[in-house]
C-alpha cells in the first residue's frame, strides 16, 4: 500500500473530526473553514517540519469544504444541529491541541452566527443536556475509519473488508494466515480505484503479532476504530464417538477442542479489547473519560458468532467457541461503552465460503438446505452487509440471527 505522508496523529484525529462535522453542516463547514484559516495563522513561527504538513491540510481541508459546498446547499438548515453537537466534540480537542507543547496555539475563535456562539460559551463544561446527535440518531461514520479485519483473505472476512472499503473506510487492515490475502487486497484496491486495503500475514492467536498490527496500522492510518476479527476454523467430530466393530468408544480431541476455542474465541476477544484499549488511552490523552451520549461514537466491534452457538451435531467445539463469544460480547458491550465502543455479535447460518464448501455437496444437500428457509446458502455478501449495519447503527446492540431461517434439526 502506498504510504501516506506522515501527520502527527492528534492532527490527523483533529482533521478526521473536521471532516465529519463538516460532512454534517455546510453553514458550520464554511464557519469552519474560515476558523480553520485563522487558527493556521497563528502556526506561523513554527518549526517547517510540522508547518508543511499541516499546511497541506489544510488545503485539503479547503478543497473538502468547497468541492461539498457546490452540492449541499439545500440541507445546510436541517443539519444545522447535528453539526452543532459535533462542534462540541471538537472544540474540547481543539482545547487540548493548544496545551501541547508542539502545537500552533488555537484561540477560541469569534464568530458570528449566535447558535454557533451558544456552542462556544461553556467549552470544556460536560454536557448538561442530551440532545439527539441528530434525527437519525447515533451514526458510526464508516467513511475514513480505520478498520481491522481477520480472516479477511476469503469468505466472509474478506466480504466484510471489501464492503467496508467499498463503504469509504480510510483504512481496512486484512489479516490472514493465508497470503492469498495479498491478491484479496488487491481486488479491492483496484475495485475501489485507492489504495485502502493493507494485508497483513500472520496468526491471529499470537498476541505479539497482535499488538504490532495495532501499532502498524495507527502509525500508517490512524486509530483503527473498527474490529472485525472474523478469522475462524472448524475441527469437527462427535463428541464421543462409537468403533462398530470394536465396540470402543473415543472422545473428541482435547488438543482440537484447545485449538478451535484459541482461535475463534479467545483471539477475536483479544483484538477487539486491543482495539478498545487503544481508543481509551486515545481518549484520556485527550482528557475524556466517560462516554457521554452527547460525543459520536468511538468505535464498533462485530464479532462473528454462528448459528452453531444454540448447539449442533459434531460441532462440539466450534460452537463452545461461539456460545462463549456471545458472553464475551455480552459483557464487552457494557464495558466498552465506557470508552464509547459498541459491541455486536452476528451470527450467520450456513454462508457460500470455503468453510461451508468444505462440509461436501452431499451434507449441505442433506442436512442444510432442506432446513434453511430460503433453500441456498447465505452469500458473503449479505453477512458482510448486515455487519456494516450493525457497526454503523448506534441503536442495534447485542445479537443478530442473520441465518436465513435454518433451525438445526434434532
Ligand atoms: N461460512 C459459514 O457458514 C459460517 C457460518 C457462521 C459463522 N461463520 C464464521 O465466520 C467467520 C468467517 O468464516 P468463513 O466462512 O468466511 O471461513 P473461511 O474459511 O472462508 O475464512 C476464514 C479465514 O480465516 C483464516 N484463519 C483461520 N485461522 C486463522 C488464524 N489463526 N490466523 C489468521 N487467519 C486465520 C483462514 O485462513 C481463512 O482465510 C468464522 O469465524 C466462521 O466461524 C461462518
Not at 470544556?124 to 467513511?143: F, K
Not at 505479539?208 to 469437527?236: M, N, S, Y
Amino acid at each position: 500500500m502506498a504510504k501516506q505522508t506522515k501527520q502527527p496523529s492528534a492532527y490527523a484525529e483533529l482533521f478526521d473530526t473536521f471532516r465529519r462535522a463538516a460532512n454534517q453542516n455546510l453553514k458550520l463547514q464554511s464557519q469552519l473553514l474560515y476558523d480553520w484559516t485563522r487558527v493556521w495563522h497563528r502556526s506561523e513561527g513554527e518549526p517547517l517540519s510540522l508547518l508543511n504538513p499541516l499546511r497541506q491540510m489544510q488545503q485539503g481541508w479547503a478543497d473538502v469544504v468547497m468541492n461539498l459546498a457546490k452540492g449541499q446547499q439545500e440541507v445546510i438548515d436541517q443539519q444545522f444541529d447535528a453539526a452543532i453537537k459535533s462542534f462540541e466534540t471538537l472544540w474540547p480537542q481543539m482545547r487540548s491541541l493548544s496545551a501541547s507543547p508542539s502545537s500552533p496555539a488555537v484561540e477560541r475563535p469569534v464568530v458570528a452566527s449566535p447558535r454557533y456562539q451558544e456552542v462556544l460559551e461553556e467549552p470544556t463544561s460536560e454536557p448538561t443536556q442530551v440532545v439527539p446527535v441528530s434525527d437519525r440518531g447515533h451514526v458510526m461514520n464508516i467513511a475514513q475509519r480505520v478498520a481491522v479485519v481477520t480472516g479477511a483473505a476469503s469468505g466472509i472476512g474478506a466480504a466484510v473488508a471489501r464492503d467496508l472499503a467499498a463503504r469509504g473506510a480510510r483504512a481496512v487492515v486484512m489479516v490472514d494466515l493465508n497470503d492469498q490475502v495479498h491478491h484479496t487486497a488487491s481486488a479491492i484496491n483496484e475495485q475501489t480505484g485507492r489504495d485502502v486495503a493493507d494485508a497483513v500475514i500472520g496468526d491471529t492467536s499470537n498476541a505479539e503479532f497482535r499488538a504490532k498490527v495495532f501499532d502498524d496500522a495507527a502509525a500508517r492510518h490512524g486509530l483503527v476504530r473498527i474490529c472485525v476479527p472474523a478469522a475462524g476454523i472448524t475441527r469437527d467430530a462427535l463428541s464421543v464417538r462409537l468403533d462398530k466393530e470394536t465396540g470402543k468408544a473415543s472422545l473428541y480431541p482435547i488438543d482440537d477442542f484447545r485449538k478451535v476455542t484459541e482461535v475463534n474465541l479467545i483471539a477475536p476477544i483479544y483484538w477487539a479489547v486491543e482495539m478498545v484499549a487503544r481508543i481509551a488511552e486515545d481518549r484520556r490523552r485527550r482528557g475524556l473519560k466517560k462516554w457521554e451520549p452527547a460525543e459520536e461514537m468511538e468505535g464498533a466491534v462485530v464479532f462473528l458468532g454462528s448459528v452453531s452457538s444454540q448447539g449442533n451435531k459434531g460441532q462440539i467445539s466450534y460452537a463452545v467457541a461461539k456460545a462463549g463469544l456471545e458472553g464475551g460480547a455480552a459483557t464487552l458491550m457494557k464495558e466498552a461503552i465506557f470508552h464509547g465502543v459498541r459491541c455486536g455479535i452476528i451470527h450467520p447460518g450456513f454462508t457460500d465460503t470455503p468453510m461451508a464448501r468444505a462440509l461436501g455437496d452431499e451434507f449441505l444437500d442433506k442436512y442444510v438446505l432442506p432446513f434453511t428457509q430460503l433453500r441456498r446458502l447465505i452469500r458473503p455478501e449479505e453477512i458482510a452487509d448486515a455487519v456494516c449495519f450493525m457497526i454503523s447503527n448506534s441503536a442495534v446492540s447485542g445479537e443478530l440471527w442473520a441465518d436465513a431461517g435454518w433451525h438445526p434439526p434434532a
